[in-house]
């Protein structure tokens, strides 16, 4: 007898070879939703729990023949997108996606939390452009809102980017000062526009991959079939859960207990 299907997700991320973000992170939070990830790995880091030194994209032909070779076989049930390394990237995952017709959670990672670029101006421009419009749920932090759109407000970002044709955002609040993390949903849900905010202790960085974390596990948890206000609410509680037990594996920041 043959087990029945777990809800699969589809990762495409970078490797950290310190386990605190990208696809690491993405497997644990993905297991730690009772769904199982499948991954391709975007771009290879050089970093440790302090910062990236540098970042080589996969080449493109394999990335692309590991992409169609899995999805002739595996059916994701949601796709989580972390580090694009390279302008040719969005358009092929957006392809991609389209065809697999599930929820795409994108986590623009556009700069380390120790400070280095992550994403040159072409490929963010890319992202904007081809991926963007593909994507059911954005999950920028403050800083990255900003420098997508050029735009201050929480508010005035989330339309610059709904109009570039995502249909939900999240604006994450880790990065701005304050007692309280205020994370801002702006989307839709069924025809009514809809902006709910989310408020939580602040508890004591840094941290290293908790953005990745995040978005991963709504992944997870949309595979597993909650509705997105559902998804984004339990993915954020999972997520501070996992920072309030952080730890760290080196010298530098705290990474999420995932499991
Ligand atoms: N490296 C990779 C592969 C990532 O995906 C990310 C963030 O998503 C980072 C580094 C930076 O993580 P942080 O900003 O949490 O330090």
């Known amino acids: 007898m043959t087990s029945p299907p777990r809800n699969v997700v589809l990762c495409l991320s970078g490797h950290d070879p310190s386990g605190g973000a990208g696809v690491q992170a993405d497997i644990e939070a993905i297991a730690a939703q009772d769904a199982h990830a499948v991954s391709v790995i975007t771009a290879q880091t050089v970093q440790d729990s302090r910062n990236v030194l540098r970042v080589v994209a996969t080449p493109f032909a394999l990335l692309s023949e590991q992409l169609e070779t899995l999805l002739r076989d595996v059916k994701p049930a949601a796709i989580k997108v972390g580090l694009l390394a ?11 996606a389209r065809q697999c017709a599930v929820p795409v959670v994108v986590d623009p990672v556009l700069r380390a939390g120790g400070g280095t670029d992550l994403a ?90 908790a953005g990745c974390t995040l978005a991963a596990a709504i992944a997870g948890l949309l595979a597993r079939g909650e509705a997105m206000d559902q998804a984004i609410a339990d993915g954020q509680a999972y997520t501070q859960r996992a920072l309030a037990q952080a730890f760290a594996p080196g010298v530098g920041r705290k990474i999420p207990k995932r499991l």
């Open 86 to 96: 390279d302008p040719a990237q969005p358009a092929l995952i957006a392809r991609l």
């Open 120 to 209: 040159t101006a072409e490929a963010l421009a890319a992202l904007k452009s081809d991926l963007l419009p593909a994507t059911t749920l954005l999950t920028p932090n403050a800083a990255e809102a900003r420098r997508m759109t050029g735009l201050e407000s929480a508010a005035d970002c989330a339309a610059a980017l709904l109009a570039l044709g995502c249909a939900n955002v999240l604006i994450t609040g880790g990065d701005e000062p304050g007692e309280s993390v205020v994370n801002h949903w702006y989307g839709a849900k069924g025809t009514a526009s809809v902006h709910r905010s989310h408020s939580w202790p602040r508890l004591p960085g840094p941290f290293h991959g």
